[in-house]
């Protein structure tokens, strides 16, 4: 399985960024993708559903929208309106069938983006 993201960057505060993440091998038809920042624990951003529910944690709520191609086996999270806490590594992941009791989960390696003047 792999997974791999890219699309981090620099950007000033109040710009965006978006985040693209493909997922082969056995990580392809995961239940859920999900975006989390590593912090030393990786914390949860946003996930999506193979059903395209998708849920965020609070402070990107408005901000950030994820999006998932199953055709192309691709997980998108587009982040509008960035500020300087949102600077980190950003890791894409493939799990199921929950977020709290993953029976199976691969993770990326990450990309960073830096918010900043």
């Known amino acids: 399985a792999q997974v791999l993201e890219s699309g981090g960057g620099w950007v000033q505060p109040g710009g965006s960024l978006t985040l693209s993440c493909e997922v082969s091998?056995?990580?392809?038809?995961?239940?859920?993708l999900g975006w989390y920042r590593q912090a030393p624990r990786p914390e949860f951003v946003a996930e999506i559903d193979?059903?395209?529910?998708?849920v965020y944690e609070d402070s990107v709520k408005g901000r950030f929208t994820i999006s998932r191609d199953s055709a192309e086996n691709r997980v998108y999270l587009q982040m509008n309106n960035l500020k300087p806490g949102d600077t980190g590594v950003y890791l894409c992941?493939?799990?199921?069938?929950?977020?709290?009791?993953?029976?199976?989960?691969?993770w990326g390696q990450g990309t960073r983006i830096i918010v900043s003047p």
């Open positions: 992941a493939a799990y199921g069938p929950n977020r709290s009791f993953p029976l199976y989960n691969y």
């Open positions: 193979r059903d395209g529910t998708a």
């Open positions: 091998g056995k990580a392809i038809g995961s239940k859920l």
